[in-house]
């Protein structure tokens, strides 16, 4: 049975995982300051420095267990300070980590299970789309405040897509608004692809690909080259026919892996699923989450929790590799042993990865 026992914690992946408990101090001798506000912007800043410890622990259910508590505080710390875009961008990733490493996590276990009912895969789903919403709201909020004219962001979209560019294009800071448009951004992609059946939501992908694309301008680093994988990610998107262009995602991809040095393996796993499913490329589909699968996670500490997830996702994917990539249909006279040259058409179903 593909179903895990719900005993058992799930794991968490994403682009980045932030989980930090921290306590705030009930009471602080300070006069003549609000020690409310004093006490959040101290948790704001532990929490930052934090995170780089989280990446580097070794056991993945402890975040699992952190996670709620974690969005909890944070949403406690943002009624103090709203105008944080730090505690923001945290936040909007701390949504995405848990919508994508846990719920829909499930959600994509109950699918493969013979167990799950209708029920139980809708409600995950629409758990999943909840998280991400909120992730986006999040973010949009503090880009609102940046930039309140029009009514906001997603009052300026009902304006069509050239004038929700060119207010998108009005941020400029790297530093404040990079990482909104970043979170904002992938929230969105991530509930897009909850609800592929509805085409009002595949329109909504230009919008998304204007605030990705903004954000790869301001700071293409950010979060570990994560603007170049949404990028690409958003090239792969909408299905071929609609648009999709995985060969271009392909190329960004590409670019991803190398400037990190083939040490983010979550990078691996998108190409596998978003590159090769797509293509029918089953050789880069073995590859990649092979290489994914035998890397030594202890090799580069400071990426070993989102580097263990992405190895959880690689293993279950190639399980399933017969299913999402077919080995090619062999021609019967090479299978009997017949010296004959193969037709044109044999010979293109080949090498799917060239059309």
Known sequence: M??????????????????AL??????LPLFGCDTGVFAANTTIGVMRRASPGVQRMRD???????????????????EIKPDDNVLRAMLGRSYASFGYGFIEDDYEVAQLSDDATE???????????????RGREVAIG?????????GGLLAVQSQGLEAFTAHVNRFDSRENHAPLLFWAAYNWVRWISLH???????????????????????????M???PIALRAGLMAAAPPQLGGRPQDARVELERAIELTERKNLLYLVT?????AIPLQDRALFESMLNEVVAFDVDSFPDQRIPNLLAQRRARRLLAQIDDLVPPPIEDEGEAEGEASEPSASVDGAASPSST
């Not at 593909?2 to 980045?16: E, F, K, M, T, V």
């Open 142 to 150: 503090g880009l609102d405040m940046a930039r309140p004219e029009g």
């Open 224 to 226: 570990d080259y994560g």
């Open 196 to 222: 592929r059946d509805d085409m009002g939501a595949i329109a909504d992908l230009a919008y998304v690909t204007a605030l990705a694309e903004r954000a790869y301008e301001l700071d293409q680093t950010y």
């Open 22 to 27: 921290v306590a705030v101090p009930a009471s």
């Open 271 to 275: 190409m596998a699923q978003l590159v």
């Open 119 to 133: 029920e139980q895969i809708e409600h995950l789903r629409e758990r999943a789309s909840q998280a991400y919403l």
């Open 2 to 19: 593909n179903q895990r026992s719900s005993s058992q914690p799930r794991l968490a992946r994403s682009l980045g995982i932030v989980i």
């Open 60 to 78: 993945p259910e402890i975040l699992e267990i952190a996670f709620p508590a974690s969005i909890q505080q944070m949403e406690g710390l943002l």
